[in-house]
């Protein structure tokens, strides 16, 4: 299983930025990927996921009306669309797989069998 994410960076408060994950390799057609992040002395935080057959989303409180997560079926990816970002939102962003998820396990980091490698994402106000 690979999942490469891409699409970090450095912008300024109030920018965007457009993450990409591409999934390769999962076991099966039942999963949904998600976004966390990491910023440094913090534990993992849930940011966004997407069940992959159905195309439900879900988002962190933090992070709705300012991120959006979408995916493409034809290309096996999943983008998170971050907009208004915030110097808070300075972390280290990882997509992850998770089989059969039911919407309760999401947000679990936890749930999550498989991880891509993280990109950084800074903020500076």
């Known amino acids: 299983v690979q999942l490469q994410a891409s699409g970090g960076g450095s912008v300024q408060a109030g920018g965007s930025l457009r993450l990409s994950c591409a999934a390769s390799g999962l076991p099966t057609s039942n999963y949904g990927l998600g976004w966390f992040r990491q910023a440094p002395g913090k534990e993992r935080e849930f940011v966004a996921a997407i069940r992959w057959s159905r195309g439900d989303t879900y988002h962190a409180n933090s992070v709705k009306g300012r991120f959006t997560i979408s995916r493409d079926k034809g290309k096996n990816t999943v983008y998170l669309q971050m907009n208004s970002l915030t110097p808070e939102d300075t972390a280290v962003y990882y997509c992850?797989?998770?089989?059969?998820?039911?919407?309760?396990?999401?947000?679990?980091?936890?749930?999550?069998?498989?991880w891509g490698q993280g990109t950084q994402v800074t903020v500076s106000s």
């Open positions: 992850a797989a998770i089989s059969s998820p039911i919407v309760s396990s999401l947000s679990q980091p936890l749930q999550y069998s498989y």
